[in-house]
C-alpha cells in the first residue's frame, strides 16, 4: 500500500509538470502572436493604407514601400511555419514518433534549414506521453539551432532500445552561450517535459563548435 501511494503521488506531480509545461507553452505561444505577429500584421495593414495614398502623387514611394511590406510579410510568414513547428503533430497520439519527425523535417527544409536523421523512423509505437516529450524536447531543440545556431542543417539520432529510447540533436553552430540559459522558456520546457516522463536532459558542447541536447527515457521492457 505505501509503494501504491507513492507511485500514484509521483504520477499525480509527473501530470502536475506535465501540465505546467502545456500552460508555459502556450503562454509562449499567445506571447510570439500578441506581442509579434499582431502588431506586424496591423503595421502591413497601414502600410498598405499609406501606398494607396502614394500611388497617383509618388509612384516610386508607393513601390519602395511595398517592397519593404513584401519583405515584412515574408518574414512574418516564416515566423508563423516556426510557430507550428511546436505544435504536435496528430500522429503523436499513435506513438508515431517517426512520421511526426519526417514531417518536422519536411517543414523545415522548407524553412532552409535540412535535418539529417540517424537511426530507425520507422519506430514501433510508443506510449503517447513517451513519443509526445521525444518530440516535444526535439522541435525546441531544433528550433534553437534554427534561430540561434547561424547553420543550415543539423543531425536527429534515435537509438530505440528494449530498455530506452535517447534522441540526440547535433549541431555545429555557435554553441551554448555564456550565461545563465538555464532560465530560457525554451530549455525550460525541455527539462520539464523530460522530468514528466522520468527521462534525462542533457545540453552541452557538441566538441570545438556546436550544441548536443541529448534526451534518455527509460521505457518498460516489453
Known amino acids: 500500500m505505501v509503494d501504491l501511494a507513492g507511485t500514484n503521488r509521483d504520477l499525480a506531480r509527473s501530470r502536475q509538470r506535465l501540465a505546467e509545461v502545456r500552460d508555459e507553452e502556450r503562454r509562449s505561444l499567445r506571447r510570439d502572436l500578441h506581442d509579434g505577429l499582431g502588431p506586424a500584421l496591423s503595421g502591413v495593414g497601414l502600410g498598405l493604407a499609406a501606398t494607396r495614398n502614394l500611388l497617383r502623387r509618388d509612384p516610386d514611394r508607393a513601390e519602395d514601400l511595398l517592397d519593404r511590406l513584401t519583405d515584412e510579410l515574408t518574414a512574418r510568414a516564416t515566423q508563423v511555419r516556426e510557430l507550428a513547428h511546436g505544435l504536435l503533430p496528430p500522429a503523436l497520439a499513435d506513438g508515431g514518433l517517426g512520421p511526426a519527425l519526417e514531417l518536422l523535417r519536411d517543414q523545415y527544409a522548407r524553412a532552409g534549414l535540412r535535418i539529417v536523421v540517424h537511426g530507425p523512423t520507422g519506430l514501433d509505437p510508443l506510449p503517447e506521453p513517451v513519443a ?11 528550433r534553437n539551432v534554427h534561430r540561434h545556431a547561424g547553420v543550415d542543417s543539423c543531425t536527429v539520432s534515435l537509438d530505440r532500445r528494449p530498455d530506452l529510447l535517447r534522441v540526440t ?21 525541455m527539462r520539464e517535459r523530460a522530468q ?14 556546436g550544441t548536443t541536447v541529448c534526451l534518455t527515457i527509460p521505457l518498460e521492457r516489453p
Open 132 to 142: 509526445t516529450a521525444a518530440y516535444g524536447v526535439t522541435a525546441e531543440a531544433v
Open 169 to 189: 540533436v547535433t549541431d555545429q553552430g555557435r554553441g551554448v552561450p555564456a550565461g545563465p540559459t538555464s532560465h530560457g522558456v525554451g530549455l525550460h520546457a
Open 196 to 209: 514528466a516522463v522520468g527521462a534525462s536532459l542533457t545540453v552541452g558542447s557538441a566538441g570545438v563548435r
